[in-house]
C-alpha cells in the first residue's frame, strides 16, 4: 500500500509547522483528511458521499452530544406529548 502524505492544510509557519498540527487533530480524522482524493481529480459523487458518512461517524466517536437540559430548568420545554389543554382545563 503506498502511503500518501498528510495533507498541508492552514499556512505553514517559519518552523514548518501549520494550523491544523498545532490544533492536534484526532487521529481519524488525520487519516480520513489523507483519503481525499487530489484537488481537481475524479471523484464520483457515491464516493464523496460514503467520505462524508465516513467522517460523520468518526464525529460521532471523537465529539460528546451537549447534554440535555434538566426537566423543569429554564427554557425546557416540559411538554411531553399528546394534546396541549389550554390553563385552567386540566
Known sequence: ???RPSPSLGSDDEDGDNDVNRRR???LVR???GHLPQ???VWP???RQKWLQLLSEAFGVIYKDAPD???GAAGASQHTG???QPPGQR
Open 31 to 33: 487519516a480520513l483528511l
Open 1 to 3: 500500500m503506498v502511503k
Open 39 to 41: 484537488a481537481h481529480a
Open 45 to 47: 459523487p457515491q464516493e
Open 25 to 27: 487533530l484526532d487521529p
Open 69 to 71: 437540559p434538566p426537566k
Open 82 to 84: 399528546g394534546p396541549v
